[in-house]
């Protein structure tokens, strides 16, 4: 199993999510700079009124004395203590533009003026897609009526045709053609839809590798991963190589019928390999020291004792009976 492709996928996935909520937040801002400003322009227009209807009972420069404080006023107000003054002045538009914007139906989702509402609500999105994006074709009558239509049903049975010709070209050229466009419609929906299937489950799945590796390694099955998925050396990662070892037995599992987790997968490739995860001693100085000591006590060389402790060796071939027939002789 390739381990670095799967964890691009939900690095990918991850950061196409990050992406989406920074645009998002980012127009919320905007949005909310643009509400700000044009309460801060409206607020400042009604204060410019006040200050002109005090200007006929105070002299002018009294009047500019007082405009310049209330304009200092609101620049000190806070966001939340301004978006409270100017709904008390009833100036905060925010709301009322929210409302005044209902979710328009999308394209496709439009009722046609042709169909009743009984009809169409009864239809499905897979129907009312494939209809809006059948165009219309025109049936022609004797008295010079033009029906658009885009179904068979939609003609009248006592219509009289303009002529045995173009009713024979509607029927045979323009209404199967009508009905070719219908069926490749449907074949794309089906496509698109089975696409996001496979996409969910691709992701789904990306999603269960990387959690089944980062519990390996809080179990300590498969070392630390140091290095990202993007880096040339991830595949030459010991932690990426021991995971990939855990997959493929994993996977091997899943082959045979045999439905496991990636964590049960990991116990048993420990189980496998016990070498793997044995501690390896290491001599420190110490250990040194004392082998050293215990040379000196004993003379640097192995007494009688020291082939006592070790006990004899028998040369290859030896049989179980003549070694325990040797053993027995010492017991006797």
Same mark, same amino acid.
């Given at each position: 199993?390739?381990?670095?492709?799967?964890?691009?996928?939900?690095?990918?996935?991850?950061?196409?999510?990050?992406?989406?909520?920074?645009?998002?937040? /980012?127009?919320?801002?905007?949005?909310?700079?643009?509400?700000?400003?044009?309460?801060? @322009?409206?607020? @400042?227009?009604?204060?410019?009124?006040?200050?002109?209807?005090?200007?006929?009972?105070?002299?002018?420069?009294?009047?500019?004395?007082?405009?310049?404080?209330?304009?200092?006023? %609101?620049?000190?107000?806070?966001?939340?203590?301004?978006?409270?003054?100017?709904?008390?002045?009833?100036?905060?538009?925010?709301?009322?533009?929210?409302?005044?914007?209902?979710?328009?139906?999308?394209?496709?989702?439009?009722?046609?003026?042709?169909?009743?509402?009984?009809?169409?609500?009864?239809?499905?999105?897979?129907?009312?897609?494939?209809?809006?994006?059948?165009?219309?074709?025109?049936?022609?009558?004797?008295?010079?009526?033009?029906?658009?239509?885009?179904?068979?049903?939609?003609?009248?049975?006592?219509?009289?045709? =303009?002529?045995?010709?173009? /009713?024979? +070209?509607?029927?045979?050229?323009?209404?199967?053609?009508?009905?070719? +466009?219908?069926?490749?419609?449907?074949?794309?929906?089906?496509?698109?839809? +089975?696409? +996001?299937?496979?996409?969910?489950?691709?992701?789904?799945?990306?999603?269960?590798?990387?959690?089944?590796?980062?519990?390996?390694?809080?179990?300590?099955? %498969?070392?630390?991963?140091?290095?990202?998925?993007?880096?040339?050396?991830?595949?030459?990662?010991?932690? %990426?190589?021991?995971?990939?070892?855990?997959?493929?037995?994993?996977?091997?599992?899943?082959?045979?019928?045999?439905?496991?987790?990636?964590?049960?997968?990991?116990? =048993?490739?420990?189980?496998?390999?016990?070498?793997?995860?044995?501690? /390896?001693?290491?001599?420190?100085?110490?250990?040194?020291?004392? &082998?050293?000591?215990?040379?000196? =006590?004993?003379?640097?060389? &192995?007494?009688?004792?020291?082939?006592?402790?070790?006990?004899?060796?028998?040369?290859?071939?030896?049989?179980?009976?003549?070694?325990?027939?040797?053993?027995?002789?010492?017991?006797?």
């Amino acid at each position: 199993m390739d381990l670095s492709e799967v964890a691009e996928n939900a690095i990918e996935e991850v950061e196409n999510t990050q992406s989406e909520q920074e645009v998002e937040s /980012k127009e919320n801002d905007e949005q909310q700079n643009i509400d700000t400003e044009e309460a801060e @322009e409206t607020s @400042e227009a009604d204060d410019s009124e006040e200050s002109e209807e005090s200007e006929s009972e105070e002299d002018e420069n009294s009047a500019e004395s007082e405009q310049g404080k209330e304009t200092k006023q %609101v620049q000190e107000l806070s966001d939340d203590e301004l978006l409270a003054e100017l709904e008390k002045r009833g100036l905060n538009k925010q709301e009322e533009k929210q409302e005044k914007q209902p979710e328009q139906p999308r394209s496709w989702d439009r009722k046609p003026v042709e169909i009743p509402s009984e009809v169409w609500d009864n239809m499905d999105a897979e129907r009312r897609y494939i209809y809006n994006n059948l165009p219309y074709l025109e049936a022609r009558g004797k008295d010079g009526t033009v029906l658009r239509v885009k179904t068979r049903e939609q003609i009248p049975a006592d219509f009289e045709w =303009i002529n045995d010709a173009t /009713k024979e +070209r509607f029927f045979g050229e323009e209404l199967p053609a009508q009905i070719y +466009r219908a069926e490749r419609l449907n074949d794309s929906i089906q496509n698109q839809y +089975r696409n +996001r299937q496979e996409e969910e489950q691709q992701r789904r799945y990306d999603r269960m590798i990387v959690d089944g590796v980062e519990e390996l390694q809080k179990q300590g099955i %498969v070392p630390k991963i140091t290095t990202t998925s993007r880096s040339p050396d991830f595949a030459k990662n010991p932690g %990426v190589q021991r995971a990939e070892e855990v997959l493929n037995l994993w996977m091997e599992f899943n082959q045979k019928g045999e439905r496991i987790s990636i964590a049960t997968a990991g116990q =048993i490739f420990k189980m496998q390999h016990p070498e793997l995860y044995q501690e /390896k001693k290491t001599k420190s100085a110490d250990d040194k020291v004392r &082998k050293k000591a215990s040379r000196n =006590i004993s003379g640097g060389s &192995k007494g009688a004792s020291s082939e006592e402790t070790e006990g004899p060796v028998f040369p290859p071939g030896t049989s179980l009976t003549d070694i325990a027939e040797y053993y027995g002789k010492d017991l006797d």
